[in-house]
Structure formats: C-alpha cells, structure tokens
C-alpha cells in the first residue's frame, strides 16, 4: 500500500476545493484511505493518520472512528506518538464516553514518567477532560506533582487541581497541604496557576477562605506578590505594553476580592495596595484598563475606606471619555451596581453619563439610560428630565417603552409641582403614547382630577395637543376623558396659566365625534369618547339634542361594547332622564392608593379606576331613592367557588350609586375568577349577603313542590330550562337550577351563564358542573341561582350566555319573564 499523503499536502489540496462539494469530495476520499490504514493495523502512519483525522474535524467532519486509534497512540514508547495521541484524545473524546476510561492506567503511567514533558502530556489530559471517576483515580499522583521542584510541573499540576476540585470537591483537603509553599515561587507560571488553584478553593469552600483567611495569612502574601509586580522595573518576559504580568495582577485582585469580601481585617490589610495600584497603573493601554476595572470591581467589593472608593468611581469616570466602546460600557454597568451604595459619587459624572445617552452603541445606550433614572432626585428632577425627554423623542422604538416606564415613575416620586408633573406626562403621551404602560391613562386621570386647581389648565392643553392627530391614543383617551369631565371650564375660557382659547360647544363635539370615527381610533378610545360625549350633555346647554343624535346612531353599532353604552345612555334620556345629571356628575376627588395591598376595580360614571380594597361606611343620613331600584344590576357576577358568598361590587357614594351598567360588570371572558384567601385580604366591615346564611346548608329538606318548571332559552341548538325550589320555612327565597343542553352535533365550549335582576332582588350564582355542553343532548350543565324577594314582587332577570361553538365565538342576551307565579307570590 502506497505511503499516505503528509498533514501539509492535506492541507494545501482541500484549500484548492473551489466548492463545498469539491471539499467533501476530497476528504470522504481521504477518510475513506485513513479508515483502511487503521483496519490493516499499520503502525508506520498511524500518527500520520490521526493527524489529518484532527484536521478533519477542525473543520466540522465526523472523526469519531479514530478514537481509538488515539488510545494505541497513547500506549506507545514515542513521544511522537503520545503527543498525537494525547491531543486527539482531549478532542474526540470526553467523560459521556466509556472509551476514555480506558486511559487512565495509561495516563497513571504517564504521571509517574521520567520525561517532564510526558507527565506535562498526561497533566494537560487530565486537567482538560477527566471524568469524576479519573480524578478520583488520579488525585494522588496530581498532588506529588504539585509538591515536585519542577517550576514546569508545578504550574500544569496546579492547573490539573483546578480541575479535580471542580469535579470532586471532597478531594480539595488533598491539596491543602502542597498549597503552603506555592506563593513563594518565583516562577510567574507557577504563581500565576497557584492564584487560581487558591481562587477555586475559596470560592467553593467557606471552610478553606476562613482558613486561608486567618491560618495561612494569605493577605499579606498576595500584597507582597502585587507590590512587587508594580514597583519592579521592565522585564522582557513577563511585561504587556510596558506593564509587568497584568494577567496574574488581575488574578491576584480577584483573589484579594474573595478575600476582602466582608471581612474588616483583611479588607484593612489590602486598603494601602489597592490605592497604588489605582494610582500607579498607566491608563493609556488597554491593559491597563483591564487592572484598573479589577481594582474598581475589588475596591467596591470589600469594606473599603470612603475615599478609596471615591476614587474608584472616579476611575469609571475616566473610563466613560474612553474611545473604546466596551470601555464605556463597562463603566456604565459597574457604575450602575454602585449607584444605590455611593450616590453622591456618581453624581458628579452625571453630565458624562447623560453624553452616553447619545452614543450611537445600543447597548451603551441602554445603559446610559438605566443609569440616569437611578441618578435622578428632587434637587436634578427637572434638568435629568429635559435630557430624558429629548433622548425618549429621539431614541429607538425599542426604548421607548422603557423610557416611559422610568419617567412616569421618576416624575410620580419627585415632581416639583402638580403642573410640571401632568406637563411632563403629557409630553411622554404625545412622543411616545404608543409604548407606555396600561396604567398610563387611569394614573394621569387620577392626577388630574386630584389637582382641582389645574383642571382648565389641563383640559385646555389636551384639547389643543389632540387637534387633528389621533395617532397617540393613550393621549386621546386622557384628552376625551378630561373634554367630557371638564368641557364646561373649556368653553368659558377659565384658564388662568396661559392665555384661554375660544372654543364652541359644537366645537368640542366635532373633535369627539372625529375620534369616533377616526380609523385611528380603537375600540376603548371610542368607549372613551362616547362616555366623554354623554358626560357634556349635563355641561352644555345648547347641544344636548345633537348630543342625543349621536347616542342613539350608536345604539346600533357593531362594536358590542359601544352598542351597549349608547343603549345605556339612550335609557338614561328617554326613561330616567331626571336622574342623568346625579350619574353624570364631576368626579369626586380621588383617593391615592398608598398600600401595596390588593386592589379592586370600581366603576364610576362608566370608566374603570383603582381603588383599595376596603369600603367606607354609608353617611347617616337618608339616601335618595328614585326609579333606580326598577333597573337591573349585576349581583354575583363572580364566579366564586360553590357556598361562599359572592362579595358585592363597592361603588362610590353619590346620588347615582346605586346604578350599573346593565350587565356591565360581567366578565366575558369564560375563565372564572379565583377566590381571594383570608390571609391576603383584610377584614372587610360591609352588610352580609343576606343568602349567606343558605351557603353552608344543602339545598331545603322542606321543598314546596308543584312548581312548573320553564324554557328560559331555545336557539341555535341552546336549550336552557329552569326548575324551581322554595322552602317553606323561607318562602321568600327562590332556588333555581338551571340545565343547559345542546342539541347540534358539536359541543359547545368554555360555556358561560351569568344573570341580572331587578335592585328589589338579590341573586347569587354558585359555579356550574361543567363549561362543556355535550352535543346531541347527551347530557347537561346544571348550575344553582339563589334569589332574594323579601317584597314578593313579580320576579324577572336578564340572561348573559357565551360559548364557543364550530370555531367561533357566540354571546347572546334574553330577557326572562315568564317565571310561574308559584316561583315568587
């Protein structure tokens, strides 16, 4: 067989492949060559082989079937050989393989070898892929060449520790002892491996720093290493750009981090050697850079002095007028982890960390931004704010959210005065209204209607920024919640901060109707708007029938929940018209949530705002009653776990308090809401539902029985019966049971039933037995309604239900009316 072609010919041939094909070509002929040489056992080229198969698989081919070939190199007398052998080894095999346990009797041989440079072969192996199972094995060799003369040994054995440690901590008290003399070899290599031997012993063992801390005063001899390297003059073989070994510098300083850390004895002892080194070491090479982080990083790490650490924050300074990039934003992570401890050292680099702000780098750009919302306070609100504002219109849309996060949050902490905070809030809106947070428009809401001696002011300044652009709908939304509240003091011109606008009536309506029919607008800024427009007919006194005229076109939209308020509205004209000016009154001044607590929603006038979880207690005093009782209202509408007592709904006290939107507090979406557990809510002080006392009793053993039963619902398939239980010991309580069955020939899913009565009734709604309704009416839903009629009245309810059925989404209302009379007289 002709002698196989060398490594350099290999090489040279593949690199002529002008395509990826021509390259495969070549080196399945070449492996497929390599491959009969190992079957016919040709000891002659075998390293030759192994050689290219290295090659090959540097560039990404398979050469897992020279494995072993790697091992019978391994055994051979050459040094050649072995070190072919060892390096292919520590590339194509690894401890998920049993084949490298084969080695281990090799490599044990190899330790023990009279050529250093063979025990430096089986050192390197070792300490690159040994398995748990090989250390353990081969710990004891390790640790007689730690403690050899051999400077050559010394630091590969070190380095072979480093990596036994990591594998089997429990064998770290081994190498305790040959640790004792390292530090005083002169050998940079050696000083340099024992560092990070001594470096992974004290990071993974407690025992071992406090030992190193206080038996072996290791402090005091990495000081005189460190000295020594900094004031010792040029040295051809260790120095970098006229600095003298910065890489075991650097490890010395994180060692002497590790050592510092929380402990005043040694931090104390390392105070004076820091301070050269930040002061000593030359700043116009990147290597010095390098030492110089590592002093900052060590000095903010151990119980340093306050003016060392003031100098370290200084050198980050210096670091941000670098011309480096990574430099920069080096500084800016480090001095955003020092911020919180040395704030008034920071902020003397606030000009220079606001420059970063428009650095080109996204990421030094990130972090200029993180790190001047962190410097922001009550004495530099105004000016960080000027610069945030100016870098939130000009910076990346992938920023802006969270620039508008941190001045809404900045602003809300530290605003000078209520003015600059809502003009500050509605320049974010304006720029970015798009990014900001949902709580944007209930948080500005709130803060207007708080600050009642700016409401002109307000409502001026965000009728003039919405004319025309609709693009910002956070804005809009804000703008047409403000018209509808405050659109009288619009059009008197009341404005006292800047000089008033002229302003119609008919005016304000053509800005609102646009919004409801601009393309731009969505579903709830049209909500908004319509609420906004139903509002002014209580403000304005010669536009209330086009105010009407536009309600009722609405009554028929497609929007459901815009169809639902102009429906509302429409009943308030035509059938309690006395009562719309009390329900559409201003808004009372709002209470700010100070608790981290749980809150609820509460809904006042037809929008949604927070409030705490608690209720105030009713004025003494006679509350006016009207035709509002005759309205039906949601009670219940949470579907609470069975027998416990739906809470109801905490509304502001007003003389429209009593009213809801009809169905308005039904959730639509099928999921049911959990219950809150007693340990996170307080104590509530509110009048207990007066079916309570039925919620831990089954249903009545002394039933009036004869009660008809009724289809309450037939359509699409839906079928949904009522029956009825009364107790005679409590007539005046109604138990319904619903059953729901599908006749169509697929289930209906995520099925939801909820239900409305009159305010002279009380109902609660315990959880049905299934969300599924099988199809072919082979089965049902049952779900149990209990209903308070403590005055007998004539008992009706309005039904909500909602399914999925064949791929869509269905929702349908009725109106029950046809109880039997035996159900309520």
Not at 138 to 159: C, D, F, I, Q
Not at 161 to 167: G, S, T
Not at 439 to 461: C, F, G, K, W
Not at 698 to 717: E, Q, V
Request: charged share 20%; proline share 5%.
């Amino acid at each position: 067989m002709p002698a196989p072609i060398r490594l350099r010919e290999l090489i040279r041939t593949i690199r002529t492949a002008r395509t990826q094909a021509e390259e495969r070509e070549m080196i399945q002929k070449e492996c497929a060559a390599i491959r009969s040489s190992f079957r016919e056992e040709d000891n002659t080229y075998r390293c030759r082989n192994v050689a290219k198969l290295l090659y090959m698989h540097m560039l990404g081919y398979p050469a897992h079937f020279g494995q072993l070939e790697c091992l019978k190199l391994i055994a051979s007398q050459k040094f050649t050989d072995k070190r072919i052998g060892y390096l292919g080894a520590m590339l194509l095999l690894d401890e998920r393989q049993d084949v490298h346990l084969l080695m281990t009797n090799c490599i044990k041989n190899d330790l023990n070898h009279s050529t250093q440079f063979v025990q430096g072969l089986a050192l390197c192996t070792l300490g690159c892929m040994g398995s748990s199972e090989m250390c353990r094995d081969l710990a004891g060799e390790v640790e007689k060449l730690l403690k050899t003369s051999n400077s050559y040994l010394r630091k590969k054995a070190a380095l072979c520790a480093v990596h036994v440690i990591r594998k089997v901590p429990e064998l770290m008290e081994m190498f305790l002892p040959a640790t004792k003399n390292l530090l005083n070899e002169k050998n940079h290599g050696v000083l340099h491996t024992s560092v990070v031997l001594l470096t992974e012993m004290c990071e993974r063992s407690p025992d071992m720093l406090a030992h190193f801390r206080k038996n072996e005063k290791l402090v005091p001899q990495l000081v005189r290493i460190l000295k020594n390297l900094i004031m010792s003059g040029y040295s051809p073989e260790h120095d970098v750009s006229g600095i003298s070994d910065p890489f075991l510098q650097v490890r010395i300083l994180r060692l002497l981090r590790i050592l510092g850390r929380n402990d005043d004895d040694s931090s104390e002892a390392m105070n004076d050697i820091l301070a050269q080194v930040a002061t000593n070491t030359e700043t116009s090479k990147n290597v010095g850079n390098a030492i110089l982080y590592e002093t900052v990083l060590t000095i903010m790490d151990i119980k340093s002095e306050s003016g060392l650490r003031v100098l370290a924050i200084n050198i980050l300074g210096r670091f941000l007028l670098n011309n480096d990039k990574n430099i920069r934003y080096v500084a800016l992570t480090s001095l955003l982890k020092t911020v919180q401890t040395d704030h008034n050292a920071v902020q003397r680099h606030r000009s220079t960390i606001v420059d970063c702000l428009k650095d080109l780098d996204v990421s030094i750009k990130r972090r200029a931004m993180e790190l001047s919302f962190a410097l922001v306070n009550g004495n530099n609100i105004r000016g960080m704010m000027k610069e945030l504002l100016y870098f939130l219109d000009s910076c990346e849309p992938e920023f802006k959210a969270d620039c508008a996060s941190g001045i809404f949050l900045a602003a809300e902490k530290y605003a000078p005065s209520k003015r600059w905070h809502i003009d500050t809030i509605m320049r974010v809106l304006t720029t970015a209204g798009s990014y900001v947070r949902d709580d944007a428009v209930p948080n500005l809401i709130q803060l207007i209607t708080n600050s009642v001696e700016m409401h002109a002011y307000t409502v001026q300044r965000l009728y003039k920024a919405i004319l025309g652009d609709y693009s910002q709908q956070p804005l809009v939304q804000v703008a047409a919640w403000c018209i509808g509240e405050y659109g009288d003091l619009l059009v008197s011109g009341q404005c006292e901060e800047e000089e008033p606008i002229q302003v119609t009536e008919d005016e304000v309506l053509d800005i609102l109707e646009s919004v409801l029919i601009s393309n731009m607008s969505t579903s709830v800024t049209r909500g908004y708007a319509l609420t906004a427009i139903m509002k002014l007919s209580t403000r304005f006194t010669c536009t209330v029938n086009r105010i009407k005229k536009v309600v009722s076109i609405y009554g028929s939209s497609i929007d459901v929940e815009l169809q639902q308020r102009a429906v509302e509205y429409n009943a308030l004209f035509k059938k309690y018209d006395h009562m719309r000016s009390a329900l559409l009154e201003r808004m009372p001044v709002m209470e700010k949530v100070t608790t981290n607590g749980p809150t609820e929603i509460v809904q006042t006038n037809g929008e949604t705002e927070p409030a705490p979880l608690e209720t105030k207690p009713p004025p003494s005093g006679p509350q006016p009653t009207s035709q509002a009782n005759d309205l039906l209202d949601l009670l219940g509408g949470n579907d609470i776990t069975p027998v416990i007592p739906t809470a109801p709904t905490s509304k502001p006290a007003s003389a429209g308090g009593e009213l809801l939107d009809l169905l308005g507090d039904i959730t639509l979406t099928g999921a049911p809401t959990a219950a809150p557990t007693p340990a996170s809510v307080p104590q509530i002080s509110q009048p207990s539902f007066l079916l309570d006392g039925l919620s831990s009793q089954p249903l009545f053993n002394d039933i009036t029985t004869g009660i008809p039963s009724i289809t309450a619902y037939s359509k699409n398939g839906l079928k949904i019966e009522f029956t009825f239980e009364r107790s005679n010991t409590n007539p005046s309580v109604t138990v319904i049971t619903i059953q729901a069955s599908n006749s169509t020939e697929l289930d209906m899913t995520d099925f939801v039933f909820q239900a409305a009565v009159p305010k002279t009734f009380q109902l609660q709604l315990l959880s049905p037995s299934s969300s599924i309704v099988p199809a072919f009416n082979t089965g049902t839903i049952t779900q149990v309604i209990k209903v308070l009629n403590p005055q007998k009245q004539q008992l009706r309810m309005r039904i909500k239900l909602t399914y999925n059925h064949k791929g869509s989404a269905m929702q349908d209302l009725a109106e029950v009316n046809n109880f039997p009379p035996q159900s309520w007289q």
